[in-house]
T-cell receptor
């Protein structure tokens, strides 16, 4: 069974600092990878996705992620964060060959951006 | 499009009562997912449908939970009888295809007293 590990449950940073949220997955087959963001009292929304092609993926709000197959990682980065980036971020994986449309989500990383 | 619409946004009920959560997916989306989110267990998939047919209900915690999708524009998640441990935020999401891009509703916050 697939699993997703988000190594940090909480990440505090100062405004305008860079940030990296780490995500590792376990799968021996090709995968689709996603980052979703959840703002307080809201549902999740898609931040970016890797389906195929370039391993560097750009998403909304200045975020990007790099797919590293050898390290089975999909870390999320932003060079300069804003207060409004405070939210919980979820990494998710789906194996397209598996026959299931289920996404497997990590436990989430709470990003807090301080002034 | 208005997005995925869930109702009610908040539900407070007493143990033993029946609870029905509702979801209207985005028009044209073939997949509908029900999730539960708690601090302890994170985001759990309960059940998902494809073209109104339940495909995988292995995440449904027990027989007290049931879900239906009578047509392409409506789904319900029912808990009968409810228990305090069912307190959580329940999300509905829909997807246009199998790639995994899901659109979430705002959720229903359920409190069972």
């Amino acid at each position: 069974a697939q699993s997703v590990t988000q190594l940090d449950s909480q990440v505090p940073v100062f405004e305008e600092a860079p940030v990296e949220l780490r995500c590792n997955y376990s799968s021996s087959v090709s995968v689709y990878l996603f980052w979703y963001v959840q703002y307080p009292n809201q549902g999740l929304q898609l931040l970016l996705k890797y389906l195929s092609g370039s391993t560097l993926v750009k998403g909304i709000n200045g975020f990007e992620a790099e797919f590293n197959k050898s390290q089975t990682s999909f870390h999320l980065r932003k060079p300069s964060v804003h207060i409004s980036d405070t939210a919980e971020y979820f990494c998710a994986v789906r194996a397209p060959q598996g026959g299931s449309e289920k996404l497997v989500f990590g436990k989430g990383t709470k990003l807090t951006v301080n002034p | 499009d208005a997005g995925v619409i869930q109702s009610p946004r908040h539900e407070v009920t007493e143990m033993g009562q029946e609870v029905t959560l509702r979801c209207k997916p985005i028009s044209g989306h073939d997949y509908l997912f029900w999730y539960r989110q708690t601090m302890m267990r994170g985001l759990e998939l309960l059940i998902y449908f494809n073209n109104n047919v339940p495909i995988d209900d292995s995440g449904m915690p027990e027989d007290r939970f049931s879900a239906k999708m009578p047509n392409a524009s409506f789904s319900t998640l029912k808990i009968q009888p409810s228990e305090p441990r069912d307190s959580a935020v329940y999300f509905c999401a829909s997807s246009p295809d199998r790639r995994g891009i899901q659109y979430f509703g705002a959720g229903t916050r359920l409190s069972v007293l």
